[in-house]
């Protein structure tokens, strides 16, 4: 049977972990929202409203200067504050939840850094030619997603296990949230396959869309995560 949970209120690490979890969810939404606005204002893209129009991918916001530019400088640094993030929250579960759970502590950590290391070899290689560049992208941009979202999956997962521990039913309620989030966007993705698979190469007129939907939500998951730990920080 499990110990009970413990933890510091002043514990310096849980306001730097909602802290590194608004800009993990701000950062990124921030930098290609603003590249969008750039390569459309040179003419690079559409203007249109890329969710529901489909009018340009996430990566052409990136591919031609001056958003390019941009693009990296906002994406990189992104990606470094997600790796301090999943850091970060594997040594706050390692020291205050429960020791048994360890493994599950390092494998979200290490899932998650390595989805950053994936965007960032994404984000160098976008906006450069030759088909090392192209397969660097392609292999990046899909490892990326899914490894970030197997990483936010098991930290739901175990912020759940902290949550059921401490009998807070608000703190259950925001936990039921977060995974809610994660399965939504689970069937988005299931969607995206099922249509591609339905339409073939129709599909492209949609495909943008996708891409921009679930960027989305992952970026809302990190912006639930940190107003989930604020609650936790006042109920201890």
Known sequence: ???????NPADPRLPLLIKLAWVCALLPFLTTHTS????????????????WDACASISATGRQMPEKLWFKLGMIPSALFTMMFWRQLSRWFTGTVISDQKRWYDAMQVVGILAAVFLVGYT?????????????????????????????????????????????????????????????LLGVGIVSVMLQGLLGDNYDRYEDGFEWIMALMLNLWFAGTARLIARIRKTL
């Open 124 to 184: 160098l290689a976008l906006g450069e030619e030759g088909d090392t560049f192209r397969f660097i992208r392609r292999t990046g941009v899909i490892l990326a997603f899914a490894l970030t979202y197997l990483a936010q999956l098991l930290a739901t997962y175990l912020l759940g296990q902290y949550a059921r521990e401490l009998s807070n039913p608000k703190l259950n309620l925001q936990q039921q949230r977060l995974m809610t989030l994660l399965l939504s």
């Open 1 to 7: 049977m499990s110990a009970p949970p413990t933890a």
């Open 36 to 51: 969008y606005l750039i390569a459309a204002s040179q003419g690079h893209v559409e203007w249109c409203i890329p969710y």
